[in-house]
């Protein structure tokens, strides 16, 4: 029986990945290379294991085997074959055995990334990364297996929750809890190397930064996901809610990206080595409490979908965590001082300094948000919420001043400056930033806060900008063509102009953002087809609705002529599904998307006489949110490529260990 | 030149909006700022729930018979109790949740003085690293190398 292989593979997986934190601990220990060996091949079978349970799965789904519980909950007759894929990490149980074979995978690469090159700290980092499989698997095992049988077989399952069935819950789901989980390896890496007392040494710093770029990108790339599910499917015309589980995603985000900036100060300088062990342990924690959250959190949230019992487990282990890493860190933290001394306050080092701690303010601020209802519960019985209007007002400013230090802050120099050399630096930026004030106030924005939001980002783009043309010119003095010394000069130096690719992409978010939520237009309107209606220059023609019957859901169709000025943009189609056996509504935006704006419609009531409530949206510079996606990854990927460095090292640095005694 | 795109397309589409009236703003800044009661987390704005729908009419009937925004907000409150407010009052318990965020940021300010000065104290003076010469091969194979990128660059 097929489900009882996957079955058995659960249970030998969750055995297996005990005895390899032992074996990788106890042979790290006592220097015994053959344990680590064995330990290492152990963690090479686990994805092989956990693949018969989720291939196990996959079949029992395509069987409408709808003994096993999680099939029948998660999955009816009437569901499309291709949603399997989705149904697979739509319930709690499914989406732990999803973390566990993409955590299994990542840790395999990660181990052999890390092999050759740290062989002191690989048994301890597969210590680590062992010990977080223990968990999840232990969980699969006894709390949540999804190959759990049911004793009475049901004639159909329940189905798939309708908001699961969309094009981005293909991929937002899993990217997302992938980033979460991924956070562990550079976790694993760098407190590997504390624990085998070779922290001070800065050799996991290369590859740690790696493994944190990569964490960082597919966290990116989850939430932005999100956000566009979101924006396309939950209808209501935004893309951002400040829900608690959107803030949990956020906060491992928030702290990943502190951590991939100053481990460049590391790599660069040797110098952050606490610092960096400090945030990642945060950064850990943060992806361990968004993992509890999105289970069972105690925060209510559009979310729920994956809800259980279980949070207080993982709040537990996330405790163990964050207790025993930071004792881990006290009891090293004598060989991670370093012998570089922070030389000015005007230099890079302080820069990245001070970005780090509004990153982490950043995230303090919205796990306080996040928990304070819950606190407030507990301590005063007292039910508070949470919202937007709250996160607008205190984090909404962090993330300002993090804009204009993102602005300026590359382009202060290593080790000090003088003032000339700041001056010359952000000479042209700050110019920008107060024209862009000027012209935007000139031609009638007149809200001081988006006045100020704009101009630092003009300040930000200004100085990325002003760095390439400026590089690219002394370039071309040596006749050189424009494109081929522009090339060679963000070749020359990948992690930097990589940096600034990606900083881009935050300003094409930040500015569609900032545009999105001070000036978009919104209008509910009670329209029955025939009926016509304008928003500015738009004018839209409600032709006629349609109702289908499927399976599952029926669903209504209006069917608009959209005309912007003398242009005829076309027909738009927005959609609203009733599922009956959820009793839910899902609605389907119809957008009409260019770089300026979005125009979008959705359903929101209807009426008997196939009139209906419509809402419809002029989204300013949306476009530009998801185009800001591919620019990242591409910068990341850019930063991320293999460059040979010109070794500036001219004397032998002697051994540490004299030092740290 | 993007950076001109940006502004200009910035200005085009922000200029639509300001004509929008002025009370269906109002109506829209209040309802983003109620919780629909039935759907955990999302405003009545964003909400299609019947009783948003039904809630957001009553913020525009009330506006429109002058109500003000506290008086709109306390009657919801009166209705289905604090919690329905997506802001929490900046009074009583809830008063910490808007203290807490600058305590933050203070403490923030104090960790960066510390992480500063501790930083900026030099610990350790490796005097052998500043004895240290310079090898005479690494140095010429150094400055060869620097000679070979910068012809082929």
Known sequence: ?661 | MILAIFIAALTVSCYNAVDSSYSEKKAHELNETVMCPVCPGESIDQSQNPLAIQMREIIKNKLDQGWTDQEIKDYFVEKYGPSVLLAPPSSGVSLIIWIVPPIIVVLAILILIVVIKSMTKSKIVDDRLMRAKPSQKKVSEYSKRLDKMIDES
């Open chain 1, 1 to 661: 029986m097929f489900v009882e292989s996957g079955y058995i593979a659960i249970g030998v997986s969750f055995a297996l990945s005990i005895y390899i934190s032992l074996a990788a601990l106890t042979g790290g220990i006592k220097k015994i290379p053959e344990l680590i060996v064995s330990a290492r091949w152990g963690l090479y079978t686990l994805p092989i294991l956990l693949f018969v349970a989720v291939a196990a799965l996959v079949n029992a789904f395509v069987t409408n085997d709808f003994s096993v519980r999680y099939v029948a909950e998660n999955s009816n007759l009437a569901m499309p074959q291709q949603y399997t894929w989705v149904a697979l990490y739509a319930g709690n149980a499914g989406s732990l055995l999803f973390i566990a074979i993409v955590f299994s995978l990542l840790a395999v690469i990660g181990i052999l990334s890390i092999r050759k090159s740290l062989p002191h700290s690989t048994p301890y980092a597969l210590t680590l990364m062992a010990l977080v499989l223990t968990f999840f698997l232990g969980i699969i095992c006894f709390m949540a297996n999804p190959l759990e049988r049911l004793p009475i077989t049901p004639a159909d399952g329940q189905g798939i929750n309708p908001l699961l069935v969309h094009f981005g819950m293909f991929i937002h789901p899993p990217v997302q809890m992938t980033g979460l989980v991924s956070v562990t390896i550079p976790f694993s890496i760098a407190i590997g190397a504390m624990l085998a007392k070779r922290g001070g040494r800065d050799e996991w710093v290369d590859i740690g930064r790696i493994w944190g770029m990569i964490s960082w990108l597919i966290l990116t790339m989850g939430l932005l996901l999100g956000s566009w599910w979101a924006y396309t499917i939950l209808g209501w015309g935004g893309y951002w809610a400040w829900d608690p589980v959107e803030n949990s995603a956020l906060m491992p985000w928030l702290a990943m990206t502190a951590f991939i900036h100053s481990i460049m100060v590391q790599k660069r300088r040797g110098m952050f080595r606490m610092w960096n062990m400090v945030i990642i342990i945060v950064a850990f924690t943060l992806s361990l409490m968004g993992m509890f959250i999105n289970r069972g959190g105690p925060v209510p949230s559009v979310h729920s979908f994956a809800q259980s019992t279980m949070g207080w487990l993982f709040l537990m282990f996330m405790g163990v965590a964050l207790f025993g890493s930071l004792i881990a860190f006290l009891w090293r933290m004598d060989n991670l001082v370093s012998r570089e001394k922070l030389e000015s306050l005007f230099s890079r080092e302080s820069m990245f300094l001070f970005q780090n701690v509004l990153f982490l303010v950043a995230a303090f601020i919205t796990l306080w948000g996040s928990v304070f209802p819950v606190l407030a519960d507990v301590i005063n019985d007292t039910t508070v919420t949470v919202g937007e209007p709250f996160y607008n007002v205190v984090v909404g400013p962090v993330l300002l001043v993090i804009l204009a230090v993102m602005g300026i802050g590359p382009f202060f120099p290593w080790r000090r400056s003088t003032r000339s050399n700041i001056y010359r630096a952000i000479r042209v930026p700050l110019v920008a930033g107060l024209l862009t004030a000027i012209i935007i106030t000139a031609v009638g924005i007149r809200q001081p806060v988006a006045i100020l939001a704009f101009a630092v980002c003009g300040v930000a783009a200004a100085g990325i900008f002003n760095e390439w043309v400026r590089g690219t010119r002394s370039r071309m003095r040596k006749k050189e063509p424009i494109w081929i010394a522009f090339a060679k000069l963000i070749a020359g130096n990948r992690p930097r102009y990589g940096g600034y690719i990606v900083h881009l992409g935050i300003l094409m978010l930040a500015i569609g953002a900032i545009a999105s939520s001070f000036y978009s237009i919104q209008r509910d309107i009670m329209m029955k087809p025939g009926e016509t209606y304008q928003v500015q220059d738009y004018r839209i023609s409600y032709i006629d609705s349609s109702e289908k019957k499927y399976s599952d859901r029926d669903e209504f169709i209006g069917e608009f002529k959209v005309t912007k000025g003398d242009k005829d943009l076309g027909m738009m189609y927005p959609k609203q599904s009733f599922y009956r056996e959820f009793r839910i509504n899902a609605t389907h935006a119809a957008i009409k998307s260019n770089p300026i704006e979005d125009f979008y419609i959705i359903p929101s009531q209807l009426s008997d006489d196939g009139g209906a409530i419509f809402r419809i949206l002029l989204n300013p510079l949306v476009w530009w949110m998801w185009a800001a996606g591919p620019v990242m990854a591409i910068g990341t990927i850019f930063a991320l490529s293999p460059q040979k460095r010109l070794s500036t090292n001219l004397v032998s640095k002697p051994e540490q260990k004299t030092i740290s005694s």
